[in-house]
């Protein structure tokens, strides 16, 4: 989408909904050569899935308006679950209606949790007129574009009621399509959607809201919403590039004028710097990769065997050291390798050397003074070592023999103990992150908080109930002590130590899924916030067991804390 701001003074506010097909959303700022882009404040607000049905496409809102509200306050969030922006509309031929009545939100009819403040108040035709919908802002749409709307009813005047009963009954016409007949019960939402519909020609977005002839009461609108059905911009890069293209920039010090962020292939006009991508298969693959003296240092990274569809790869003119790896070979698709003017050294590989030969890879060693190129020079050491490696092999069975017999020793002890201090081996189950998002009902209720981030109570399904620990981005304790907390407590099971059931080591996303303590932490009890009391003996043996565990913990198995 194009954004441009009329003037230095005029605040500008976009919305999108998004259906994100990752985990990871990429927002970028394209400079369309009409000035800088530049964001003040960026807004992300997590939707059910389950509301607005337009799966793996994007809705750009037009236009959200809440009818017959007289105050001119906007409605938002807490009014709002998903905190969208409801703004105030009373059309010059409609009279506003009100209640302060209780409408049943939580009907089932209430598909998008249309607030209940918005569904409060009303606009309703003028009479004599009999249709509802003419003077509304009017929304452009290009031709051959989609578009979607939504219409939120609930009828707050009691007309069906009393001796003087009324029947309010119409049908929606959007864009030359006709919907109804319609009836409203007292107090009960109802919400409509329609669309995606394709525009043939070039206009306004128009709609009615028609009395039939069986009615004796004008249409009303509680409120309405228009989207734009952006284009598709495509499958995200496929994740084993992204992940392959994440991690290198992370191993080498690359200097890039795009800092190598966001998604490699997208948008298609402004890829990473360096590299080209293929966009024939539903998720792009990068194809080619040229690092050409980007100032590599230290070995060539496994990380370039996970770019599986690269053709073109080009290291050179950088000081990389080490051996020219064999995974190299095992590319399916590449075709010019390109290592010279580099510090590497050892033999090249046969397998690599043999694709070179059948003309299947075209492969530049050239630059490398300490790179062995044939066997030759191979078969030389190995007539000077051959003496020396025999007697070093000898010296070498002897301490592997010893090594063995040490840790087998060490290992009867440790099980003895371990039996003795009530320790078992557990097992550990690892979840993905939309797993955990799953599992806690998009993170809805916080049970704690510690150095790590937020706890969040959650519930496999097998109905079993977990506390989910999830690593803040902000946390005082970084990863390497979430990951030795994980390391621990995923192999030992204690009767003073809470279980581990399973966690989440997803990209960017950490957690840890522990038991569920359902009477509440120590804490609670010993400040008797919990509503029980607990007296001495109790308290010594708490004492007594939290100091065994600890003890486990430091001394008995990795003697290293993790608080």
Same mark, same amino acid.
């Given at each position: 989408?194009?954004?441009?701001?009329?003037?230095?003074?005029?605040?500008?506010?976009?919305?999108?909904?998004?259906?994100?097909?990752?985990?990871?959303?990429?927002?970028?700022? @394209?400079?369309?050569? =009409?000035?800088?882009?530049?964001?003040?404040?960026?807004?992300?607000?997590?939707?059910?899935?389950?509301?607005?049905?337009?799966?793996?496409?994007?809705?750009?809102?037009?236009?959200?308006?809440?009818?017959?509200?007289?105050?001119? /306050?906007?409605?938002?969030?807490?009014?709002?679950?998903?905190?969208?922006?409801?703004?105030?509309?009373?059309?010059?031929?409609?009279? *506003?209606?009100?209640?302060?009545?209780?409408?049943?939100?939580?009907?089932?009819?209430?598909?998008?949790?249309?607030?209940?403040?918005?569904?409060?108040?009303?606009?309703?035709?003028?009479?004599?007129?009999?249709?509802?919908?003419?003077?509304?802002?009017?929304? $452009?749409?290009?031709?051959? =574009?989609?578009?979607?709307?939504?219409?939120?009813?609930?009828?707050?005047?009691?007309?069906?009621?009393?001796?003087?009963?009324?029947?309010?009954?119409?049908?929606?016409?959007?864009?030359?399509?006709?919907?109804?007949?319609?009836?409203?019960?007292?107090?009960?939402?109802?919400?409509?959607?329609?669309?995606? /519909?394709?525009?043939?020609? =070039?206009?306004?977005?128009?709609? +009615?809201?028609?009395?039939?002839?069986?009615?004796?009461? &004008?249409?009303?609108?509680?409120?309405?919403?228009?989207? $734009?059905?952006?284009?598709?911009?495509?499958?995200?890069?496929?994740?084993?590039?992204?992940?392959?293209?994440?991690?290198? &920039?992370?191993?080498?010090?690359?200097?890039?004028?795009?800092? %190598?962020?966001?998604?490699?292939?997208?948008? /298609?006009?402004?890829? %990473?710097?360096?590299? !080209?991508?293929?966009?024939?298969?539903?998720?792009?693959?990068?194809?080619?990769?040229?690092?050409?003296?980007?100032?590599?240092?230290?070995?060539?990274?496994?990380?370039?065997?996970?770019?599986?569809?690269?053709? $073109?790869?080009?290291?050179?003119?950088?000081?990389?050291?080490?051996?020219? &790896?064999?995974?190299?070979?095992?590319?399916?698709?590449?075709?010019?390798?390109?290592?010279?003017?580099?510090?590497?050294?050892?033999?090249? &590989?046969?397998?690599? @050397?043999?694709?070179?030969?059948?003309?299947?890879?075209?492969?530049?060693?050239?630059?490398?003074?300490?790179?062995?190129?044939?066997?030759?020079?191979?078969?030389?050491?190995? =007539?000077?070592?051959?003496?020396?490696?025999?007697?070093? *092999?000898?010296?070498?069975?002897?301490?592997?023999?010893?090594?063995?017999?040490?840790? %087998?020793?060490?290992?009867?002890?440790?099980?003895?103990?371990?039996?003795?201090?009530?320790?078992?081996? +557990?097992? !550990?189950?690892?979840?993905?992150? +939309?797993?955990?998002?799953?599992?806690?009902?998009?993170?809805?209720?916080?049970?704690?908080?510690?150095?790590?981030?937020?706890?969040?109570?959650?519930?496999?399904?097998?109905?079993?109930?977990?506390?989910?620990?999830?690593?803040?981005?902000?946390?005082?304790?970084?990863?390497?002590?979430?990951?030795?907390?994980?390391?621990?407590?995923?192999?030992?099971?204690? /009767?003073?130590?809470?279980?581990?059931?399973?966690?989440?080591?997803?990209?960017? !996303?950490?957690?840890?899924?522990?038991?569920?303590?359902?009477?509440?932490?120590?804490?609670?009890?010993?400040?008797?916030?919990?509503?029980?009391?607990?007296? %001495?003996?109790?308290?010594?043996?708490? *004492?007594?067991?939290?100091?065994?565990?600890?003890?486990?913990?430091?001394?008995?198995?990795?003697?290293?804390?993790?608080?």
């Amino acid at each position: 989408m194009t954004v441009q701001p009329i003037n230095v003074t005029a605040t500008l506010l976009e919305e999108i909904i998004y259906f994100s097909l990752t985990d990871v959303i990429n927002i970028c700022l @394209v400079n369309t050569l =009409s000035g800088k882009p530049f964001i003040s404040a960026l807004e992300l607000r997590l939707l059910n899935n389950s509301i607005y049905k337009i799966e793996s496409k994007s809705l750009y809102v037009l236009g959200r308006y809440d009818l017959g509200n007289s105050t001119n /306050r906007m409605v938002r969030y807490k009014n709002d679950v998903y905190d969208r922006l409801w703004d105030t509309l009373t059309p010059a031929d409609c009279i *506003a209606l009100n209640t302060t009545a209780n409408i049943e939100v939580q009907s089932i009819n209430n598909t998008l949790k249309t607030p209940v403040e918005v569904l409060r108040t009303a606009a309703q035709v003028r009479s004599p007129l009999r249709s509802l919908g003419n003077s509304f802002p009017g929304v $452009y749409i290009a031709a051959e =574009s989609e578009y979607y709307a939504c219409f939120h009813f609930a009828e707050i005047l009691p007309i069906s009621q009393g001796k003087g009963k009324h029947r309010r009954e119409f049908t929606i016409n959007f864009n030359g399509a006709n919907y109804g007949h319609i009836t409203l019960q007292y107090l009960n939402p109802l919400t409509m959607c329609y669309g995606p /519909r394709k525009s043939r020609d =070039s206009g306004f977005v128009e709609f +009615s809201i028609n009395q039939t002839g069986r009615s004796d009461l &004008p249409p009303i609108l509680n409120a309405f919403e228009l989207f $734009y059905v952006m284009p598709p911009l495509g499958s995200p890069t496929d994740p084993a590039d992204v992940d392959a293209m994440m991690a290198i &920039p992370q191993i080498y010090t690359i200097d890039k004028d795009d800092n %190598w962020q966001r998604d490699p292939c997208l948008p /298609r006009d402004i890829t %990473w710097t360096g590299l !080209n991508c293929s966009y024939d298969s539903n998720s792009p693959r990068i194809i080619s990769l040229d690092l050409c003296a980007s100032r590599l240092t230290g070995k060539i990274s496994s990380s370039f065997f996970n770019l599986t569809a690269i053709r $073109y790869l080009d290291l050179s003119g950088n000081e990389l050291t080490g051996t020219v &790896p064999e995974f190299l070979a095992q590319l399916p698709n590449l075709t010019v390798l390109n290592l010279s003017g580099n510090k590497l050294t050892g033999t090249v &590989p046969q397998s690599l @050397v043999q694709k070179a030969n059948n003309r299947l890879l075209q492969l530049s060693l050239e630059g490398n003074p300490s790179l062995c190129q044939t066997d030759s020079c191979q078969k030389k050491k190995r =007539s000077v070592l051959l003496p020396i490696v025999t007697s070093f *092999a000898t010296v070498l069975v002897l301490l592997f023999l010893s090594t063995i017999f040490f840790f %087998w020793r060490m290992k009867r002890q440790a099980t003895s103990q371990s039996k003795k201090e009530g320790l078992v081996i +557990s097992t !550990n189950r690892s979840f993905s992150y +939309s797993e955990i998002v799953s599992i806690t009902n998009n993170f809805e209720t916080i049970i704690g908080e510690g150095g790590f981030g937020k706890v969040y109570f959650g519930t496999l399904k097998d109905n079993v109930q977990v506390a989910v620990k999830l690593l803040s981005q902000n946390s005082r304790q970084g990863y390497k002590e979430f990951q030795s907390e994980a390391q621990l407590l995923m192999i030992v099971h204690h /009767r003073n130590l809470v279980s581990l059931i399973g966690h989440c080591d997803d990209r960017h !996303n950490k957690a840890l899924i522990y038991e569920y303590m359902a009477n509440g932490n120590l804490r609670e009890h010993l400040t008797e916030t919990s509503g029980s009391t607990l007296n %001495w003996n109790e308290r010594l043996h708490i *004492a007594a067991d939290a100091a065994q565990g600890s003890y486990l913990i430091h001394f008995r198995l990795f003697n290293f804390s993790l608080h």
